[in-house]
């Protein structure tokens, strides 16, 4: 992915951001719309909203970069690679296939919402980290790393309920 990176700017790398917490979101909601036990379906649901204001601040950040004009790309301004770039985030290639079928998937069980749930957060951190560092926009620079800390909270939070199902 950090290949991949050098060559988008601001806008397309808080579109793939946006992409991934949408893509978190609607597996979150289905999750609690199928988990039975109580506890579970109110983490799942506090989840979803945390990923819902995430999509807040990356539409109110890129609104801001699109009203800056001249918007710096992060790498060489390629059209070719930018045109590729912006059709990967179109098609959600950035996050995992299984993690869409298993989203909707009928009876998941908790262990499995939960697993794919931290793969999820991992894979977001791991691509907030990256895009904090080639971020030229310095309000996206800070939004990327406190991200990173709240999807951080997230993924101990589902790792914690992982491990209480393991102990029953």
Same mark, same amino acid.
């Given at each position: 992915?950090?290949?991949? @990176?050098? $060559?988008?700017?601001?806008?397309?790398?808080?579109?793939?951001?946006? +992409?991934?917490?949408?893509?978190?979101?609607? $597996?979150?909601?289905?999750?609690?719309?199928?988990?039975? +036990?109580?506890?579970?379906? !109110?983490?799942?649901?506090?989840?979803?909203?945390?990923?819902?204001? *995430? @999509?807040?601040?990356?539409?109110?950040?890129?609104? !801001?970069? *699109?009203?800056?004009?001249?918007?710096?790309?992060?790498?060489?301004?390629?059209?070719?690679?930018?045109?590729? =770039?912006?059709?990967?985030?179109?098609?959600?290639?950035?996050?995992?296939?299984?993690?869409?079928?298993?989203? #909707?998937?009928?009876?998941?069980?908790?262990?499995?919402?939960?697993?794919?749930?931290?793969?999820?957060?991992?894979?977001?951190?791991?691509?907030?980290?990256?895009? #904090?560092?080639?971020? !030229?926009?310095?309000?996206? !620079?800070?939004?990327?790393?406190?991200? =990173?800390?709240?999807?951080?909270?997230?993924?101990?939070?589902?790792?914690?309920?992982?491990?209480?199902?393991?102990?029953?």
């Amino acid at each position: 992915m950090t290949t991949i @990176l050098k $060559f988008i700017n601001d806008d397309e790398a808080l579109r793939i951001a946006s +992409n991934l917490e949408k893509e978190g979101y609607n $597996f979150y909601i289905e999750a609690s719309k199928q988990i039975k +036990n109580a506890k579970a379906k !109110r983490m799942f649901k506090q989840l979803a909203e945390a990923e819902q204001k *995430h @999509l807040v601040h990356f539409d109110d950040l890129r609104g !801001r970069l *699109h009203a800056k004009k001249g918007q710096i790309p992060w790498g060489e301004d390629d059209e070719l690679v930018s045109a590729y =770039i912006r059709s990967l985030v179109g098609t959600g290639v950035f996050t995992a296939s299984s993690k869409k079928s298993s989203a #909707s998937k009928k009876n998941i069980t908790e262990e499995q919402a939960c697993r794919i749930g931290i793969q999820t957060e991992r894979d977001s951190i791991l691509f907030f980290d990256e895009a #904090s560092r080639l971020c !030229r926009d310095r309000r996206g !620079r800070k939004m990327f790393k406190a991200l =990173i800390d709240e999807e951080k909270q997230h993924l101990t939070d589902l790792a914690q309920h992982l491990k209480h199902l393991k102990s029953k």
